[in-house]
């Protein structure tokens, strides 16, 4: 039996277009390889659909019943984080960052131990934490806990985190450019720590953000949302998505969080840096109903679809949508391709964080692929060329 699986009959998502050719992987290896290399393979009919890179999933801050921020023992910590990988499988996700929003450092240093980079065996894998927070805009908190944001002049970043964590489990930080002392901070998140520095929950205007894309930030997290509003006259963060700095920048296109004229206009701006976020949190994946709180939102939270309020209020906590159906929702807002749409979830998200082992589809890069029929639905997930979903 040959270690090589030809997937034939199909069309391969590469640069934000369809090319109709076979794809060939090493399952022994888990990576793609050169199919002109190739002598004797195994063939995966796909029957014309869609291979694409399993998707990359930026911020997540909990699904299938389990919110980050929620710890009790290192064992049930991971016996969740288990739970999670299998469940974002059957969205299509491959990878995944675990979002920290806003808490006090006593919880960040006791759940980032257990969010260093890590595989599991039948679900997507863990490639480390990013902190949304405590370097906030009190003013555009969200549902974050405002008591608990702190200044970049004020703070140590060691103090907030602990410097194990740095090294070993955190890869993205999320600021507001604009607090005091925030340019060093940044600077020294990027340059010391080869962190990615992302702009958010601000009201930075439009200089301060250019200021601290100088400084080493080069993102801006779930743009629109939490940030002052784009105005013809005073484009705030928002504005950056145009600039020639060229920023990445994420968007929830959930419908909830931005209205669909808006996620067209995002991602029409720079389809090349615009990456789909879920911003989920752990009720995605289950019935509509009223939840308990947790150590980011101390007041119950009520779900009714892809919808999360604060109970008995309008504020969203985060959305409930899965990573596949922002890829569809993408294709149905903008007009865009299905290949265009993943790329939003796929080599953008790569290239921002650095990743030069997955996230597209070239011989030497890990063989974690997800089939998709022609509406963009989830078929089948592979992770090291082993088929764990579908």
């Known amino acids: 039996m040959s270690n090589i699986v030809a997937f034939v009959e199909g069309n391969i998502c590469i640069g934000g277009k369809l090319q109709r050719r076979s794809l060939y992987v090493d399952v022994k290896k888990g990576c793609i390889v050169d199919g002109r290399e190739v002598k004797a393979y195994e063939i995966y009919n796909l029957h014309g659909q869609t291979i694409a890179p399993a998707f990359l999933e930026l911020q997540t801050n909990g699904c299938a019943g389990f919110h980050f921020t929620n710890f009790e023992t290192p064992e049930s910590y991971q016996e969740q984080l288990n739970a999670v990988s299998r469940y974002l499988a059957s969205t299509g996700v491959g990878s995944f960052w675990a979002t920290i929003p806003t808490v006090s450092s006593e919880v960040f240093k006791k759940v980032l131990p257990s969010l260093k980079p890590r595989s599991f065996t039948n679900g997507a894998e863990l490639l480390g934490a990013h902190c949304e927070g405590p370097w906030l805009n009190p003013a ?30 955190i890869k993205m930080v999320t600021v507001a450019p604009e607090l005091a002392g925030s340019s060093k901070l940044i600077g020294s998140l990027r340059q010391n720590l080869r962190m990615v520095v992302s702009m ?3 009201e930075a205007d439009f200089d301060t953000g250019i200021k601290a894309l100088e400084a080493g930030a080069s993102a801006l997290t779930h743009v629109f949302n939490a940030m002052g509003p ?6 705030g963060l928002a504005g950056l998505i145009s600039s020639s700095q ?5 968007i929830i296109a959930d419908g909830i969080h931005l209205h669909p004229a808006v996620v067209s206009m995002a991602f029409r701006t720079n389809p090349e840096r615009c990456i789909l976020i879920t911003d989920s949190v752990e009720m995605a994946g289950k019935p509509d109903g009223v939840y308990p709180g947790h150590a980011q939102v101390p007041h119950m939270q009520r779900k009714v679809g892809n919808k999360v309020t604060i109970e008995g209020t309008d504020t969203l906590i985060g959305s409930c949508i899965g990573l596949d159906e922002c890829v569809r929702n993408l294709v149905s807002y903008s007009g865009c391709s299905l290949a265009e749409a993943v790329r939003c979830v796929t080599e953008n998200i790569a290239n921002l964080m650095g990743l030069y082992d997955r996230g597209i589809l070239v011989p030497g890069r890990r063989a974690d ?4 029929d022609a509406e963009g639905n989830v078929k089948g997930v592979w992770i090291k060329g082993r088929k764990v979903w579908g």
């Open 200 to 202: 958010g929950h601000s």
């Open 140 to 169: 555009k908190k969200g549902a974050h806990d405002a008591t608990l944001m702190q200044l970049p002049e004020s703070t140590e970043v060691n103090d907030i985190y602990g410097a194990d964590n740095l090294r070993s489990s």
């Open 246 to 250: 060229k920023p990445y920048y994420s």
């Open 369 to 372: 692929l997800v089939i998709l």
């Open 230 to 235: 784009l105005n013809h006259r005073s484009p």
